[in-house]
């Protein structure tokens, strides 16, 4: 297969580990026989520095002219205590994701039976937990106008806009990928307050029915925020508006313990995101110290999604449980043995596949 | 002193731990000497069935006239899953609220030593965590208006909205609490999207130069989330606006593993309302087994918060570490051995306060 994707670095740690995870994309193209382009581009803090624009144009070019996009973290200190900035990275990707049509943020969370010690909650609480939330990403408040300020600067406001069209197309993946795990679908909103929440559990309760299979609960966000911490194994996938999908899956994603091991993928109308769930890490950036598992796990994200190359993507997953196995790891995730680099454990990974 | 309250034990198991917190506000009463007036009245579900209003004009009434309020829980399944009903519970609640001006929710979170076991989190995590999240209860998107929806009725639409007023108003509370405390305060916000939250953000940071004693930090939500579960012992004080302290307020208080242990105090400028963390549990209503700690705690907040009564709250605090050091606890806190009933719990509570 051709395969031609747009790889974004961003900031911080980001070029270390999106080049480890590039090694690996090309070690299993070569070993499947896949015809592998690449171009790489900026976004972030760097665009900023470099040409005044969080997402340049020639950025956003690169991704629309490609089957997938690699990418890593953004964010910089520079812009961290400086909300008001006229120009910040996140911007740069707030107009990415929406220019894109990147309409859906998929968080697969697993447990990782030899890392488990590393989880916050007790081993039998999160012991077995694999659950999967799918967040609205180009819609709610985070898009909704008017946003601003009253002319006596006194008062300042957001709008939450939701439309039947945004809602119906991420239920309608919610239920696709409970239909191919455990078929059970947990709608969040917050009904008893919102409008909006409304219009999705009307939309939601409509669709229902046409995933007969799929059993469908109902739950108020400040309820989930509870039970995913008392009882994640009771999840399988969680669907969510934008703000509600921000606060949850970052929650949901320590619960393992492995933040520096999940990967996410964004699936949009134009082409798809695959990145880490962690941040940019400022203060690890240059030291070959960042764990590279979870932007690894975001091409075999990528390969699955994008390509559908389910094998490939099973390879990759290999690869990085036989690294964890072996002891090959950075030092977020060592017990108490040696620690490996960033590209140690990269290097590892890839000759894994080659062999 | 003279202490006139109201007192509305709402639905579920709201009037059995609702009788328990009055007896032991009764008894501490009688031990100091206080001379106590109160009146009951109707709210949530039972409000509706008797009179088709959730928060009648009586109970307003009786509030207004009251130094503080002792509240149970509303809601019944009977709504829960029709949250398009015209009439709801939660409107009671939501306009209790607005009407009396409580501002300000005040939850400590605390570990008990003894039960920390219960917790789902691990001992060494959790283990210490004390903290006060403090949340803004009458603005933000659960009032902002425009709320609705589109003519064509195909978008529905929030509106969060904030003005300078009311985020000083809780800021400055929460530093008031901060200097009694560690003098640590953490405002979460969003300010790298919603403009709100970008004027909470300019707000805080001007108040905060005269509380030079305090440490402030700014946090994102999402961050908030997740460093709730990671390293919840680093938190002193947390404000946050309405719809992020419902969310992050709910997943605190199930870290400790106390969720019936739990009480709250929502301050207002016309009078201030005491209650449990905890909701209706309709599913153990009537059957004497609910805990009645959280409500019990609640009141001795009420002699502290609302009529400077350290002492009285001091009491009813080591009555109940009392009772459960002695294992005279409901059910959710049993370890192995026998387990008491509400009433029983709160009678040995009484005793122990009267001895
Ligand atoms: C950086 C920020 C704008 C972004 C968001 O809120 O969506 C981030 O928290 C995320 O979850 O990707
Ligand atoms: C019942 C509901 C309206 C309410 C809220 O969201 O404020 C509840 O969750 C709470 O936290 O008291």
Redesign the pocket.
């Known amino acids: 297969m051709k395969m031609n994707i747009a790889v974004l670095p961003g900031d911080g740690i980001g070029p270390e580990i999106v080049a480890q995870a590039l090694n690996v994309t090309e070690a299993i193209c070569k070993k499947f026989g896949h015809e592998l382009t690449y171009k790489q581009a900026l976004v972030g803090a760097c665009a900023i520095d470099e040409c005044g624009n969080p997402y340049p144009d020639e950025t956003h070019e690169l991704c629309m002219q490609s089957d997938a996009v690699l990418f890593g973290a ?2 910089s200190p520079k812009y961290d205590n400086n909300p008001s900035a006229k120009i910040r990275p ?1 911007q740069g ?2 107009s990415m994701r929406k220019k894109l049509g990147l309409y859906a ?1 998929i968080r697969p969370v697993t447990t990782f039976e030899s890392l488990i010690h590393k989880s916050p909650l007790r081993t039998d609480i999160v012991k077995g937990t694999d659950l999967m939330c799918i967040r609205e ?1 180009t819609g709610g408040i ?1 898009f909704g106008r008017p946003q601003g300020r009253s002319e006596d600067n006194n008062t300042a406001y957001d709008t939450c806009v939701y439309t039947r069209e945004e809602i119906e197309r991420i239920v309608h993946l919610a239920y696709k990928y409970a239909m191919q795990r455990r078929k059970k679908l947990t709608v969040v909103d917050k009904a008893n307050v919102l409008c909006t929440s409304r219009l999705w559990r009307e939309v939601a309760q409509k669709i229902e029915k046409q995933y007969p299979e799929v059993t469908t609960e109902y739950m108020f966000v400040d309820n989930a925020a509870m039970q995913l911490i008392q009882w994640p194994g009771r999840f399988d996938v969680v669907v969510t508006e ?1 703000m509600f999908g ?1 606060i949850l ?2 929650e949901a994603s320590v619960i393992t313990g492995s933040l520096g091991m999940l990967p996410s993928a964004s699936v949009g109308i134009y082409t798809s995101v695959f990145e880490p769930i962690h941040g940019s890490y400022p203060q690890a950036a240059g030291k070959n110290i960042a764990n590279p598992i979870a932007t690894i796990l975001s091409a075999a994200l990528m390969f699955e999604y994008a390509f559908n190359l389910p094998n490939e993507g099973k390879l990759i997953r290999k690869a990085v449980d036989a690294s964890i196995e072996a002891g090959i790891v950075t030092e977020d995730l060592a017990k108490d043995g040696k620690t490996y680099s960033t590209s140690e454990v990269g290097e590892w990974i890839t000759n894994y596949v080659n062999n």
């Open positions: 953004i964010g996140e990707l707030l943020n990403l985070y934008n921000d899956t970052d």
